[in-house]
C-alpha cells in the first residue's frame, strides 16, 4: 500500500525564464504599449523611443547621398571632357602641331578629372554607409519583445530616458513555474 503525507508551505511562483527587455539604442520614451500582466509574444512591440530627430538626420543623409550622385555625375562628365582633351592634344602633338607644354597640362587635367570622380565616389560610400547607421538606428528605437511570456515589471513610462542598459521591462516565461518555499527544519524528512 502506498503511503502519503501532506505538507503545506507558503511560497512563491518563478517563472521558467526572465527577461530583461532593453532597447538598442538611447533616447526618450515616446510609447510603452504594455502594462504589468499583459502578455506578450516574441517580436511584439514593448515601447517606442522618440525618432523625430533620427529622421530629420536620414533626410538630411539621403540628400546628402543625393547631391554625392550628382556630382558623380558631374566627375564623369568632366573627366570624359578631359579624356577628349588629352586625346586631342595627343593627336597634335603627335603632328607637331602643339608645344609639349599644352599637352602636359591636358594630361595633368586628365589626371585631375580622374582623382576628382574617385573623391566623388569615396564621398558618396562614405554617405551610404552613414544612411544606412541613420537608418538601423531608426529600426533600434522600436523595442520587442525577444521571447513569449508576461510583463512581470514595468521599469519605466512614457517620456522616461531610456539606455541599453537599463530594462524598460521585464518579460517572464511561465509556461514552467517553480515553487520557492521555506521548510521548517522539522518537516525537512517529510519533504
Do not use: C, H, W
Not at 81 to 107: E, G, H, I, V, Y
Not at 134 to 156: C, E, K, M, Q, Y
Not at 157 to 184: E, F, H, K, T
Amino acid at each position: 500500500a502506498a503511503l502519503s503525507e501532506q505538507l503545506t508551505v507558503v511560497g512563491n511562483l518563478i517563472g521558467d525564464a526572465t527577461v530583461a527587455v532593453v532597447p538598442r539604442t538611447a533616447g526618450r520614451l515616446d510609447a510603452v504599449y504594455v502594462r504589468l500582466g499583459d502578455s506578450v509574444a516574441l517580436g511584439q512591440r514593448i515601447a517606442k523611443i522618440e525618432d523625430r530627430e533620427l529622421l530629420e538626420q536620414i533626410k538630411q543623409a539621403e540628400a546628402a547621398f543625393e547631391v554625392g550622385n550628382a556630382t558623380i555625375r558631374q566627375r564623369e562628365a568632366d573627366l570624359r571632357f578631359a579624356q577628349t582633351n588629352l586625346d586631342r592634344s595627343k593627336n597634335l602633338f603627335d603632328r607637331q602641331l602643339l608645344p609639349r607644354q599644352s599637352m602636359d597640362d591636358a594630361d595633368a587635367r586628365s589626371q585631375s578629372a580622374v582623382a576628382q570622380l574617385d573623391l566623388a565616389r569615396a564621398q558618396v560610400q562614405q554617405s551610404k554607409a552613414r544612411l544606412e547607421e541613420l537608418r538601423i538606428t531608426l529600426t533600434n528605437t522600436v523595442i520587442v519583445s525577444p521571447v513569449d511570456g508576461f510583463v512581470a515589471r514595468r521599469a519605466a513610462d512614457q517620456g522616461a530616458y531610456v539606455s541599453p542598459n537599463a530594462p524598460v521591462v521585464d518579460v517572464v516565461d511561465i509556461r514552467r513555474v517553480r515553487l520557492v518555499a521555506n521548510v521548517v527544519e522539522k518537516d525537512l524528512r517529510r519533504v
